[in-house]
C-alpha cells in the first residue's frame, strides 16, 4: 500500500513541527490553527514566537538541552501564546512533546508535537513569565525544592511564586491550587 507521509504530517491531528536550532521549517495545519497564524509566519521563524515572554523561550531551551541529550525526548505542559486572529495574544495551555534527531546537539534537529489544552485547562488569571513556569511544575507534582532546582531559584523563591499563584486563585492549600490549574479554574 503507498502511503502519503506529507498528508499524514499535514493533517495530523495535533500541531507538529519540524526543527533546526530552534527555528521552525515545517508545519502542519493543525499548528497553524492552534497558534492562529498560517504556515508563511511560522516558517523560518525561531520558536520564540510561540511563548509569552523572551525569557520564558530562553529557559525552557536551557532546561529542556540535558533532558533531550540523555533520553532524545522531552515533554511537559506549558504556557503558549496566539500569534494571530481573533485571539492575538491570548495564553493558553499547551502539552509540547519533542524528539531530538540527534542527542549530541539537541537543539540542531527535531519534531515537535503541541496539543491544545485550552478546552479543558483555560488560563483563568493573569500570570507572570515565573508564575507559569511554577504552576507548570506544581502540575506536575514536583515539590519546592525540585521546582527550585530546575528553574536553579531557591526553594523559597518557589515558595513566594506558590503563595502568589495561591492569592490569584484563591487557593487555601497547594493541593487545591493544583486542582484550581488543572481546572482552568
Not at 495574544?89 to 540527534?102: D, I, P, S, Y
Not at 515537535?112 to 488560563?123: G, M, Q
Not at 531557591?154 to 495561591?166: D, G, N, P
Amino acid at each position: 500500500m503507498d502511503f502519503d507521509y506529507r498528508l499524514a504530517f499535514d493533517l495530523a491531528p495535533v500541531g507538529l513541527a519540524l526543527s533546526r536550532n530552534r527555528t521552525m521549517v515545517d508545519c502542519n495545519q493543525r499548528l497553524c490553527e492552534m497558534f492562529g497564524a498560517d504556515r508563511t509566519q511560522l516558517i523560518g521563524q525561531s520558536f520564540q514566537v510561540l511563548y509569552p515572554s523572551a525569557d520564558e523561550y530562553e529557559r525552557t531551551g536551557a532546561r529542556i538541552s540535558p533532558i533531550l541529550n540523555r533520553s532524545g525526548t522531552y515533554a511537559d505542559d506549558r504556557i503558549m501564546k496566539r500569534l494571530d486572529g481573533r485571539f492575538k495574544g491570548e495564553t493558553f495551555w499547551c502539552h509540547v512533546t519533542g524528539r531530538a534527531l540527534n542527542r549530541d546537539a539537541p537543539h540542531e534537529a527535531g519534531i515537535w508535537s503541541f496539543e491544545d489544552l485550552s478546552a479543558r485547562r483555560p488560563v483563568k488569571a493573569e500570570l507572570t513569565p515565573r508564575e507559569r513556569e511554577v504552576a507548570a511544575h506544581l502540575m506536575q507534582g514536583l515539590t519546592s525544592k525540585h521546582i527550585g532546582k530546575t528553574l536553579e531559584i531557591s526553594h523559597r523563591t518557589v515558595e513566594i511564586y506558590r503563595a502568589r499563584l495561591m492569592r490569584k486563585y484563591k487557593a487555601s492549600t497547594t493541593a487545591d491550587l493544583v486542582h484550581k490549574l488543572m481546572a482552568g479554574g
